[in-house]
T-cell receptor, first 113, second 113 residues
């Protein structure tokens, strides 16, 4: 099993629908992150959490929300999906003792039509 | 405002030759720099890093050079191999355990036979 698992791997949804992307990890890391990848824009941080009770906005949090249900689980929600949220989404984890060593999941490709 | 930029979206190199990937940053508070490699349908994986107190770090075929005065870093791959074909992201972070990685836009490297 992968250290960082994202579900679903692919999703097509309609404009206005609510959708949740899930991330779970077996690394035992305390920190978790959500990034999105867009062509020409690289990886941009949406939200991050340094522990279960800590949630912080990243550079592009508008239109998104997150929930840290447990140390191992961090989900990203799009309350009302719009087409410009079509992107590749990555969850990542790191340990506060080795904070720059990110482990990424395989990504969720989301298409909003 | 893109704080970490990779101005070459793509690069093609012959097998056995040197690949040089470049990255520029604007935030003078960054003092730790990393390169991540990404294959299709996979998440990015850590490749090599460098602290601002160094100007060079080597790991096998991979060498990262840092020029702080120019706010520029580069990744050299010698010799390039077909398996090196991937997207490469540079990333930067400030000091301190509360820091997060800011990623560049990515460069797609193709190593041809």
């Amino acid at each position: 099993d992968a250290d960082v698992t994202q579900t679903p791997r692919n999703r097509i949804t309609k404009t206005g629908k609510r959708i949740m992307l899930e991330c779970s990890q077996t690394k035992g890391h305390d920190r978790m992150y959500w990034y999105r990848q867009d062509p020409g824009l690289g990886l941009r941080l949406i939200y991050y959490s340094f522990d279960v009770k800590d949630i912080n906005k990243g550079e592009i949090s508008d239109g998104y929300s997150v929930s840290r249900q447990a140390q191992a689980k961090f989900s990203l929600s799009l309350e009302s999906a719009i087409p410009n949220q079509t992107a590749l989404y990555f969850c990542a984890t790191s340990d506060s003792r080795d904070w720059y060593g990110y482990t990424f999941g395989s990504g969720t490709r989301l298409t909003v039509v | 405002d893109q704080q970490v930029k990779q101005n070459s979206p793509s690069l093609s190199v012959q097998e056995g030759r040197i690949s040089i990937l470049n990255c520029d940053y604007t935030n003078s508070m960054f003092d730790y720099f990393l390169w991540y490699k990404k294959y299709p349908a996979e998440g990015p994986t850590f490749l090599i890093s460098i602290s601002s107190i160094k100007d060079k770090n080597e790991d096998g075929r991979f060498t990262v050079f840092l020029n702080k005065s120019a706010k520029h870093l580069s990744l050299h791959i010698v010799p390039s191999q077909p398996g090196d074909s991937a997207v490469y992201f540079c990333a930067a972070s400030g000091s301190g355990t509360a820091s997060k990685l800011t990623f560049g836009t990515g460069t797609r490297l193709q190593v041809t036979l």
